[in-house]
T-cell receptor
Framework: NAGVTQTPKFRVLKTGQSMTLLCAQD?????MYWYRQDPGMGLRLIHY???????AKGEVPDGYNVSRLKKQNFLLGLESAAPSQTSVYFC?????????????FGAGTRLSVL | LAKTTQPISMDSYEGQEVNITCSHN???????ITWYQQFPSQGPRFIIQ???TKVTNEVASLFIPADRKSSTLSLPRVSLSDTAVYYC????????????FGTGTRLQVFP
């Protein structure tokens, strides 16, 4: 009954460091997403995937890379972290549109870049 | 791409009915209307989705007029635990990257 699991929950990086955020879902969903949420703002789509082995850019993709090697996992990478990437990151998954494309979200990863 | 407009914030008291309206004047024929709820330090959670007329589930009702240029999320008899941010999304379910979360409506429920 896990749903969408994000690791880690918190992370502090120094400028220029790299890291990977992991998202795992156990609902056999085709679609997966990475969002960022800044204080007082809504969610902005970074990258998304409509199936294993496929990824696409969202609204704010610069500075991030993603991979979907397995259907259940969606990784978000920061190659050289910048203070502007301080944010809360949410992963989500959804059925294909036949399943009304309802997104299920993880609990978030709070990232600070110093 | 259907742009949505919601009130920034609303206040209510426990036991009252709350109606949050979302305007989406340029909604397209294939667009659905979906509402999410977000509590502090949590990811958004699906509440309700509709295409036209009225949809009701155990949590809320969604009213969509015939012209579909707006929609109203209705929360019956709110409690303190309904304090959250509510997002209205409008888009074609097959163009998943076009489902935009705006800044939402911050609902504060008082005792």
């Amino acid at each position: 009954n896990a749903g969408v699991t994000q690791t880690p929950k918190f992370r502090v990086l120094k400028t220029g460091q790299s890291m990977t955020l992991l998202c795992a879902q156990d609902m056999n969903h085709e679609y997966m997403y990475w969002y960022r949420q800044d204080p007082g703002m809504g969610l902005r789509l970074i990258h998304y995937s409509v199936g294993e082995g496929t990824t696409a850019k969202g609204e704010v993709p610069d500075g991030y890379n993603v991979s979907r090697l397995k259907k259940q996992n969606f990784l978000l990478g920061l190659e050289s972290a910048a203070p502007s990437q301080t944010s809360v990151y949410f992963c989500a998954s959804s059925y294909s549109p036949e399943g009304r494309n309802i997104q299920y979200f993880g609990a978030g990863t709070r990232l600070s870049v110093l | 791409l259907a742009k949505t407009t919601q009130p920034i914030s609303m206040d209510s008291y426990e036991g009252q009915e709350v109606n949050i309206t979302c305007s989406h004047n340029n909604i397209a024929t294939n667009d659905y209307i979906t509402w999410y709820q977000q509590f502090p330090s949590q990811g958004p959670r699906f509440i309700i989705q509709g295409y036209k007329t009225k949809v009701t589930n155990e949590v809320a009702s969604l009213f969509i007029p015939a012209d579909r240029k707006s929609s109203t999320l209705s929360l019956p008899r709110v409690s303190l635990s309904d304090t959250a941010v509510y997002y209205c999304l409008v888009g074609d379910l097959y163009n998943t990257d076009k489902l935009i979360f705006g800044t939402g409506t911050r609902l504060q429920v008082f005792p």
